[in-house]
């Protein structure tokens, strides 16, 4: 199977004719309005089923999206916690310096002072930018803000990135 990115979840049906709402898991929603081929499917790219997009309109926050062959609400609801993903080659591409989120997951993180710190586990939206969850062996996860001011090294290559915590942070985890 391709190269998967998830773009967004299935959160419900909407009204009667097979529209679904997904929510974004993407910084820039109008993205769905040109997608005209997506995947179905669950959240570590499992079974996906390709299916093609025959509109799709912004609502509140959420994308309303009409799927083929999706013609009534109950077949809509069937769809409730599905994700839809898109090839990395239909992906838009980022400009220098961006990620894509499943690009980030599993990367070894390594800082100057307190050398391999593990994984990324997950990236998620906080307050004021993204947040890095890393994963360690034996230890709780270490939350580190995603900003070029502590993140100043990311390889996709290498699967690794490269950072300067700041000053008590890595303490506040020990």
Partial sequence: MEDLIITGKIIGAHGVRGEVKVFPLTDNARRFLSMKKCYLTGAKLENPVETSVVSARIDRGNV????DGVAD?????TLHGRYIAVSRADAVKLPKGRYYTADLI????????????????DCFEGGSGHILEIKRQGK????????KEYCYEVSVENSSI?????????????
């Fill in 64 to 67: 309303l999206v009409m799927l």
């Fill in 73 to 77: 609400r109950d077949k809509a609801q």
């Fill in 106 to 121: 599993g990367m070894t993180v390594t800082d100057d002072d307190h050398g391999e710190l593990g994984k990324v586990c």
């Fill in 140 to 147: 709780k996860n270490l939350l580190i803000p995603f900003v």
């Fill in 162 to 174: 490269r950072c300067k915590l700041p000053a008590g942070l890595y303490e506040l985890y020990e």
